[in-house]
Nanobody, 121 residues
C-alpha cells in the first residue's frame, strides 16, 4: 500500500519556523520526485516546491512566494522529504500536502493526507 504521511504542522507565530516531514512507503521512493503543495481556505491547491529523484539530479524548485524562505530536502535512506519553513507569515497558513510524481514536471501519482500549518500575526 502506497502511503505518504505528512507531519510537523502546527501553530506558530509570524517570523517563526517549522519543519514538515513527508514519510513515504509502498513505492520505490528513490525513483520519484516529491512535491509540496499547499491549500489555503477558499483557494486552489498550489505547488510550492519540488525535489527531483536522485536519478534526476536531485534538483529543487520553489514558487516565488516561498523562495529564499523554504528549503526542500530528501533523505533517501529514510524515505523522507523535508520542508524547512522559515520567516513564516500569516499568508503561509494552509494545509500542506506532499505528493510523489515521476518528475517535477508532469502529473502526480500519489498524495498525502495533509498537515495544517497556522501562522498567527
Amino acid at each position: 500500500e502506497v502511503q505518504l504521511v505528512e507531519s510537523g504542522g502546527g501553530l506558530v507565530q509570524a517570523g517563526g519556523s517549522l519543519r514538515l516531514s513527508c514519510a513515504a512507503s509502498g513505492f520505490t521512493f528513490d525513483d520519484y520526485a516529491i512535491h509540496w503543495f499547499r491549500q489555503a481556505p477558499g483557494k486552489d491547491r498550489d505547488g510550492i516546491s519540488c525535489i527531483s529523484s536522485s536519478g534526476g539530479g536531485g534538483y529543487t524548485t520553489y514558487a516565488d512566494s516561498v523562495k529564499g524562505r523554504f528549503t526542500i530536502s530528501r533523505d533517501n535512506s529514510k524515505n523522507t522529504v523535508y520542508l524547512q519553513m522559515n520567516s513564516l507569515n500569516p499568508e503561509d497558513t494552509a494545509v500542506y500536502y506532499c505528493a510523489a510524481a515521476p518528475a517535477c514536471l508532469g502529473g502526480v501519482d500519489y498524495w498525502g493526507q495533509g498537515t495544517q500549518v497556522t501562522v498567527s500575526s
